[in-house]
């Protein structure tokens, strides 16, 4: 899931399954740099970067809670969340893998071992992108430096007005704008602008311009960095100015300190000093670019794996399998034997007479404490409306023997086609769920001997 999307949590407990988030941006508390939604980069203490998540998220329960309480009563069938302040993913101590480069920003020292940083996600064997001919045209005159802007935040008319003013000045310079929205054809304003919209693919246009001006927008780092293009941010969010920060500190030779947007907004003096001082790093460009380049490549080639590691490596997998049959999910615990069974298997078991047997979750949520991994509990009664499982299944299913005690668990349908479709299949399914049964109680048996 990603921190964005609120519900993960409640989902989790009601599933009481692992949670693992994914994410571009740093939500987890440190140190180092406040909230992404604090629009400030001052640093003034660490203290106040800590201290200002839980300030965030304060504000963000407060504006949701009634919402988040009414899908946790009405659709998940759990109890509301009556504090004041419920406890964040993080508090929780969530897995996380943020999809960035450890170059860009590397993993903080207050970060536990549940996060980690695994590289630029980039999708692979994408189709090769054609350009309108005339873009094309536009690009291939030789002799010139090309410039290309991007500035979301700022009106394209002022924008257009400003580069128009500047071009006289700058001879050898040429413009291309890119607009948000997504029409069918470039739009030529002279020999020395161009504005194209989103549908232009930036890593192509990246390799034909000289410099970038941008607003460190996460769509953009990446093809930016790969290519180590000359650059300066002009953030306005809170996590623009943090991207903005993280690439001066990176590498100040290739990305200029970043500049407030009311700086040159409207202002064509200001606008021209500042293409002039970017385009006078195109012509001294550091060594080190190279390095940068090779180096974010390679870690983003990485990233994929990375992300499947970080995955598998916060999973509880033991947790999570059948002591009987492990290729099956542990959904009941078996308490005579301390085992945790699939329904396949306890089913089976409940035939022939077993009754010990508790509702099993591998990970159990709470507001008190940390999630519990390998939770047994009763299980509850379901209240289930025969009417509605003969319409839902189209046809009355057998009736399932009672798992556990009276108190501990209902007498309710079961659909043993999910399981197996034929009676072959069903005593071959027997047979190797006994030897494996067998195998694993004589096993306990000699380790107890010993």
């Known amino acids: 899931a990603h921190p964005d999307v609120g519900f993960h949590q409640h989902l989790a407990e009601r599933l009481g399954a692992p949670l693992h988030l994914l994410s571009g941006i740093p939500y987890s508390p440190t140190a180092d740099m406040p909230h992404p939604l604090i629009e400030t980069m001052a640093h003034e203490t660490q203290q106040n970067n800590y201290f200002s998540y839980t300030a965030v998220q304060k504000v963000l329960w407060a ?3 009634d919402v988040v309480n ?29 999809y960035w480069s450890s170059l860009l920003l590397s993993k903080r020292e207050d970060w536990g071992d549940e996060v980690d940083v695994v590289g630029f996600l980039q999708l692979e064997d994408q189709p090769p992108y054609t350009p309108p001919p005339a873009l094309e045209s536009f690009l291939a005159t030789s002799g ?39 029409s069918s054809e470039p739009m030529f304003l002279s020999d020395k602008l161009a504005v194209v919209d989103s549908s232009v693919d930036v890593k192509w246009l ?82 080190s670019s190279s390095f940068w380049s090779r180096s974010i490549s390679f870690e983003t080639k990485q990233a994929v794996r990375r992300t499947v590691s970080s995955f598998y490596k916060q999973l509880p997998v033991e947790a999570m399998t059948c002591d009987v049959l492990p290729t099956k999910l542990a959904r009941v615990y078996d308490t005579e034997l301390d085992l945790k069974l699939s329904y396949e298997v306890a089913y089976l078991a409940n035939k022939s007479g077993c009754r010990n047997v508790l509702k099993y979750k591998p990970v159990q949520y709470s507001l008190e404490r940390l999630p519990q991994v390998a939770v047994k509990e009763p299980i509850q009664r379901r209240r289930r409306s025969t009417i509605k499982d003969v319409m839902r299944l189209g046809t009355m299913p057998p009736m399932a023997p009672t798992l556990g005690t009276d108190l501990s668990a209902p007498s309710v349908p079961i659909d043993t086609s999910a399981y197996w479709t034929t009676r072959a299949d069903e005593l071959s399914f027997r047979q190797r769920i006994n030897a494996a049964y067998d195998a694993f109680v004589a096993s306990e048996e000699a380790r107890q001997l010993t």
């Open 70 to 98: 009414r899908f946790r009563v009405n659709e998940l069938k759990l109890e509301p969340w009556t504090t004041q302040f419920h406890p964040a993913w993080w508090k929780w101590r969530i897995p996380v893998s943020y």
């Open 206 to 287: 990246f390799g034909r311009i000289d410099a970038v001006i941008h607003q460190a927008q996460d769509p953009r780092i990446l093809s930016l960095l790969q290519q180590q293009k000359p650059s300066v941010a002009v953030p306005v969010s809170g996590i623009e100015k943090q991207w903005a920060h993280h690439l001066c500190e990176m590498d100040r030779e290739t990305h200029l300190p970043p500049v407030a947007l009311e700086s040159i907004a409207g202002n064509a003096t200001a606008f021209s000093m500042l293409v002039t001082s970017l385009m006078d790093q195109v012509s001294d460009a550091p060594l």
């Open 144 to 182: 010139l430096q090309r410039l290309f802007v991007t500035l979301p935040a700022l009106n394209l008319n002022v924008l257009i007005a400003m580069v128009e003013e500047i071009v006289p000045i700058h001879p050898s310079l040429q413009v291309v704008i890119q607009r948000m929205d997504n």
């Open 63 to 65: 504006a949701v809670k």
